[in-house]
């Protein structure tokens, strides 16, 4: 049986979140510290007191969610459970996946997608760009508008996360995303409603990030996994280290395709997949993708026991 281990991106975070594994497992501590060290800071109180105001900074969910998932697959193996055949990651989780795989040393991922999130965030001047969340539309005519809102205004407007059938997120520049919004509720949208992010993430605004981010990628030694990880450009199983780099700053301003990377699971056999982090969303999607698999999210402890029993049995 193929399980595939699956790490979630930003807006899982939560004050508070992964507090009742602290007595129970100490690769959690262990590897919070082992995070703290290299960052400079306390991550462990920071993610257990806030503020969620500070939590959502996206240069600190980035390392939080990062250190959470790490943390979470390694008390999972260490607590005897199966190891992964395949990982997947939203956005920020391909580096998580990645690290969790052995590809990332922990502690230069931390300082990489802290990085990341402050190279996204000042990719674009507050104000100039947004996202907004479309459901319940085919993602074919949401790109022939988004098509059309860009060649009239000469602005960014791109499909950027494709979540689940029927929801799908786009990004640009704001005025090109306010202009969108009717003629997606026109063309039959139930919501078509903007996010409360702070940057167009995964869009071409994002591309002097990517040049940013290519720096810092290269000066830390990438190894290839030890578990095949499933990148968000390709949607395929990369192990080569050479197409794993170009990827992760091609993945800033290219789509999530994750509706097409749960699909995929099927094709390679996988029916029982775990979310390691502190929510369930991942999981939420992937019950509507993959509708004949087991999904286990495993954010709380009395949830990530019952896996352990459940996926080992």
């Known amino acids: 049986m193929a399980f595939a281990a699956l790490f979630p991106g930003q807006g899982s975070q939560t004050v508070g979140m992964l507090a009742d594994f602290e007595d129970n497992c100490p690769e959690i501590q262990a590897t919070f510290t082992e995070a703290s060290d290299a960052l400079g800071y306390d991550l462990w109180t920071l993610c257990q007191n806030g503020p969620a105001e ?101 602005l960014v407007i791109e499909a950027v996360n494709y979540n689940a059938p029927g929801q799908l997120v786009i990004a640009g520049h704001a005025e090109a995303i306010d202009a969108s919004l009717p003629r997606l509720k026109e063309a039959g949208a139930k919501r078509a409603l903007p996010l409360p992010v702070s940057a167009p993430f995964h869009c071409a605004l994002m591309k002097p990030a990517a040049e940013r981010l290519q720096e810092e990628l290269n000066a830390i030694a990438v190894q290839a996994p ?40 099927t094709e390679l056999g996988v029916q029982v997949a775990a979310e390691f982090g502190p929510g369930a969303v991942l999981c939420g999607l992937a019950k509507r993708i993959q509708t004949d698999a087991q999904h286990f999210p495993l954010g709380k402890h009395e949830l990530f026991s019952q896996a352990l029993q459940e996926i080992n049995g």
């Open 54 to 154: 500070q939590l959502s900074l996206t240069e600190i969910t980035q390392p939080l969610l990062l250190t959470a998932g790490v943390a979470l697959y390694r008390a999972w193996t260490t607590g005897g459970g199966a190891s992964a055949s395949f990982m997947a990651g939203h956005s920020l989780g391909e580096y998580t996946a990645l690290t969790a795989a052995g590809s990332l040393p922990l502690a230069d991922a931390v300082r990489l997608v802290r990085s990341r999130g402050q190279f996204m965030q000042e990719a674009v001047p507050k104000g100039v760009g947004a996202m907004a969340a479309v459901i319940g539309l085919d993602d074919a005519i949401i790109e022939s508008v988004c098509a059309e809102v860009a060649s009239e205004t000469g």
């Open 226 to 265: 030890s578990i095949p990880v499933i990148q968000n450009v390709s949607i395929a199983p990369e192990t080569d280290v050479q197409v794993i780099r170009k990827q992760l700053i091609a993945q800033t301003f290219s789509p999530v395709r994750w509706t097409q990377t749960v699909r995929g699971f």
